[in-house]
Structures are given as structure tokens and as C-alpha cells.
T-cell receptor, first 110, second 111 residues
């Protein structure tokens, strides 16, 4: 079945550093979603991408939908402590079932 | 809108007891999903509904799990009988135009 592969699984960075994570699939998706989950909370939508090649920003976050529609990346610039959490990519299938990756866990070192 | 509302937020129960988790989706959303999250297995889709009809329950672990959506504003996930390995955080999400919005989850502990 369709799967989303996220990398890296976890990241340890210093505050102020830029972060890059990505998501790939063997199948084409027409929409690509990025979520963030804070500890003890449900995932929250960060960015939605709808067109191949689309580049979208939301504050310090930037995400791009790959031209082949089989991959996407999420960048965070100048990381701050509240960026800690799990970042998920997700893609809805033709039947509205939404597939999630296993997440990238972001840690910020003091 | 208040977002997706789940209750209870926390549930501790003894093995063998019945557990019912509740979800109120965002008004106007036509799809509803139940997910389970554990450290080992991540976020797993259990079942989803489209216009109140169950579409895919292939993720439901076994017959002890059942889910209903009697109307567009309410869904339940029931575990009977519960087992310690069911301990996890259960999320409900609703979607419109293929974008999902999550509730805050129910943390279930079965002792």
C-alpha cells in the first residue's frame, strides 16, 4: 500500500540552527500536508501543499511539494525552543484516507 | 468552531473493562478518522468514516474494537474487553477537502 517515508527519524540541533526534513513516497499524492505535534497534544496542521512544485511559507516554516508529486520537504529557519515536537507529513489518497509518515522528532539542545 | 472535541482526555481502567471513547467532529466535515499512537508503532489509522459510513476498518486490531458514527456530529470507539496492550493515545480527526484536523486525544491506560 501507499507509504510515506520521513527522514530523519530524529534530529538534535542547537537553538538558532536551520532544520530540514523530508518525506518521500513511491506513489503520487495530489495534496501534501505537514503537521506538528507538541507533547501531550494532537497534531496541528502547519502547511498544506496542493500543486507540484509549490513552495509555501508560514512564518519561519517553508515547505515544497516535489515536481514528481512523490516527495516534499519542510524547512524551519532559526529554530527556537518551541519548535520541539514531532513533525509529520501526510497525504490523502483518492478515497479520502489520509496516510501519515512516522514522523521526525525534533530536539533542541540547550 | 471549537475544533474536534474528544472525551475523556484521560482514562484509566482495569483489564477486562469496557472503554468508550467519544468524538465530536468539526461541523461540516464529511470524514472522520480514529488513530492510535504509541511510541513503538507511531500513528496508526484504525478506521475512518465518510458521510457517517465506515469506509475502511482494516486498521482495527481485532474484534474487541468497534466504532460507530450514528450521525454527523458524533462518533464512538469502543474496546471490550480492554487489555493492557491497548494502552495508548487515541486521536479522532475530521476532515474537509482532504485536510484533517485532530482532537487533543484520549490517553488510555489499562492496568
Amino acid at each position: 500500500g501507499q507509504q510515506l517515508n520521513q527522514s530523519p527519524q530524529s534530529m538534535f540541533i542547537q537553538e538558532g540552527e536551520d532544520v530540514s526534513m523530508n518525506c518521500t513516497s513511491s506513489s503520487i499524492f495530489n495534496t501534501w500536508l505537514w503537521y506538528k505535534q507538541d507533547p501531550g497534544e494532537g497534531p496541528v496542521l502547519l502547511i498544506a501543499l496542493y500543486k507540484a512544485g509549490e513552495l509555501t511559507s508560514n512564518g519561519r516554516l517553508t515547505a515544497q511539494f516535489g515536481i514528481t508529486r512523490k516527495d516534499s520537504f519542510l524547512n524551519i529557519s532559526a529554530s527556537i525552543p518551541s519548535d520541539v515536537g514531532i513533525y509529520f507529513c501526510a497525504g490523502p489518497r483518492w478515497d479520502d484516507k489520509i496516510i501519515f509518515g512516522k514522523g521526525t522528532r525534533l530536539h533542541i539542545l540547550p | 468552531d471549537a475544533g474536534v472535541i474528544q472525551s475523556p482526555r484521560h482514562e484509566v481502567t482495569e483489564m477486562g473493562q469496557e472503554v468508550t471513547l467519544r468524538c465530536k467532529p468539526i461541523s461540516g466535515h464529511n470524514s472522520l478518522f480514529w488513530y492510535r499512537q504509541t511510541m513503538m508503532r507511531g500513528l496508526e489509522l484504525l478506521i475512518y468514516f465518510n458521510n457517517n459510513v465506515p469506509i475502511d476498518d482494516s486498521g482495527m486490531p481485532e474484534d474487541r474494537f468497534s466504532a460507530k458514527m450514528p450521525n454527523a456530529s458524533f462518533s464512538t470507539l469502543k474496546i471490550q474487553p480492554s487489555e493492557p496492550r491497548d494502552s495508548a493515545v487515541y486521536f479522532c480527526a475530521s476532515s474537509f477537502n482532504r485536510v484533517a484536523f485532530f482532537g487533543q486525544g484520549t490517553r488510555l491506560t489499562v492496568v
